[in-house]
């Protein structure tokens, strides 16, 4: 029998999920209902596949009664940041289980509740951290847990986001820190997860810098940048930070066209006012076994991916990934598109999209370790992802399902960054966030498998 499943947020991210239950895993999951507040974006999901055509839309004030008619077994939570932990805990009293994107949620008191909520109801929840399964990251963890560089002392990290998605995260909700807990938890959630994945580490200290220094209306004013129009100006020149909602069909469909409901602007100007997220971010940590993590996030690089160099105390990994080499402003060539140019070599940028993992051991020549490719989204990350969550959680010596535990750690360094940046001082992670939380006995708190009977 599939699994009874609601889904509640049916934006841009519910897609992934429900391309899945209408395909790969029809045969694993039944989607019973989708709650949104947006009827147009509930029916845009609805009719992207005739399996929905007899799904039932509500508003999320129907979620009780719908988990309670419809005997629903999990709760799918794709709403934005700030409202995760109300749905976590209204779905796991109301009697479902929860898979919950990330960020679990976004402050220290909003994470006690979700605790409180696993321990009185003894529901489970699942945190989906896609990155844990992309090819790449996982052969770094592999190169770490075979030990070939010995114990981890060690790990830099630092992530850039492009002048497009980066600039995208100051066009809608996430522009105000408020929704989202700013970058720090929205985006390096998943930084830090990988982290604490990678060493098996939990974050004991923190120390954090940073602040709005590119986006916003005061730093574009500041550069002497005339005002921007607040959506743009779309037809005729127009500045390459803005987003035309009409040239792509589904962002018209799922947002200009659902504006109507609720005025939600998905193409707010990333000049405007009212940016209160952060652009830049910096934080030592020290973790338990005395690993210490140097991070930095920055959201208006020309060019997308990551560098980590880990340290261990028989050598060193390091992982660079371009995922986007570029961003090429619409209606422009690349010139790093060989079709586009006469002469490439002349013409095309030094940095070519691409992923390298290097080992070197003490005293030993480096080498380049393979990465297999996989298909579809993080490089076939997301169907082992989605295979985790449907059929259930296959051995994995990696470990790659993750809790709520790891829900909880993975956003602790950006809920105890936040406190740093406010106070200018370090943060105990176990006073700011809850020692329960982040290191509670797992074998009384880790759940067994998501939807088993309570
Ligand atoms: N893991 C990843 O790689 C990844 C990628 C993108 C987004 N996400 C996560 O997915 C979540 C959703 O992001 P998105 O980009 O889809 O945002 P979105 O704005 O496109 O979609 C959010 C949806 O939630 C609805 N909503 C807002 N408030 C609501 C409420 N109170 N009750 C019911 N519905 C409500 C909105 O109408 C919208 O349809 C976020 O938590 C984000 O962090 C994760």
Redesign the pocket.
Known sequence: MPTRYAL???????QMYLDAIAGPHAADAELVAM????PG?REFHRDRHEAFAGVELA??EDLERIIAEHRIQRVIV????R??AD?VVRALEAGADVVV???LTIDAPSARRIEDAIARTGGKVLV????RYSPRNTALKRIITSGEIGEVVSVTFEWVLDTQHGADYFR??HRDKTN?GGLFV?KAS?HFDLVNWWTDAVPERVYARGGLRFYGQDNAAARGQEPLPARGTHDGPHDPFELDLREDERLRA??LDAEQH?G?Q?DQSVFGPGITTEDNLTAIVDYTGGVVLTYALNAHSPWEGYRVAVNGTAGRAELEVVERAEVVPAGEESVLDPSAVADTTAAAGARHRGERLVVQKHFEAAREVEIPAGEGGHGGGDALLLSDIFEGVAEDPLGRTSDHIDGFRAIAVGICGNVSLETGQAVDVDDCLGVDLIRPQRSQAAPAALGAAR
């Open positions: 509640i947020g049916t934006g841009h991210r519910a709650l949104d507040t947006n974006r508003g999320p794709t709403t934005p940041d409202t995760h749905f994107e990330k960020p989906t951290f896609n990155y809608r909700w989202s929205h998943h799922l947002y609720d939600y998905r």
